[in-house]
């Protein structure tokens, strides 16, 4: 019997939710990534790993791509982020984080960074 540890059924209203109500920088990074656009790979926004939802994910790459906002940088937020970047090594998945002014501040740095990562 296999488990299911992607888009698990409980957090699709979540992920609905998050793809209808993408921040500026997710926008901004989606374009780029969205149809294939980065080096062919194809990538998901708001995809599930677990009890996790990921802003994107490669799966060719087993790559996840954050982009965090300031709630990201207070003692319970970089804990959270801890914990879920160890849960998602233990599949086997990367995770990248950029901060959001990263997005808009150097986004060809941060296109060359995820662009470092691909096999």
């Known amino acids: 019997m296999t488990t299911k540890i992607f888009n698990l059924k409980y957090l699709k209203e979540t992920r609905q939710y998050l793809r209808n109500n993408m921040t500026d920088a997710e926008r901004v990074l989606w374009n780029i990534l969205i149809d294939k656009n980065l080096n062919g790979r194809k990538f998901?926004?708001?995809?599930?790993?677990?009890?996790?939802?990921?802003?994107?994910?490669?799966?060719?790459?087993?790559l996840v791509i954050e982009?965090?906002?300031?709630?990201?940088?207070?003692?319970?937020?970089?804990?959270?982020?801890?914990?879920?970047?160890?849960h998602l090594a233990l599949m086997g998945i990367k995770v990248l984080r950029f901060e959001n002014k990263e997005i808009f501040d150097n986004l060809?740095?941060?296109?060359?960074?995820?662009?470092?990562?691909?096999?």
């Open 44 to 62: 998901r926004r708001q995809h599930s790993k677990g009890h996790y939802i990921a802003d994107f994910y490669c799966p060719a790459e087993k």
């Open 67 to 86: 982009l965090d906002g300031h709630q990201h940088y207070t003692q319970e937020g970089i804990e959270k982020d801890k914990e879920r970047d160890s």
């Open 108 to 119: 060809t740095m941060v296109v060359k960074r995820i662009k470092s990562e691909f096999n």
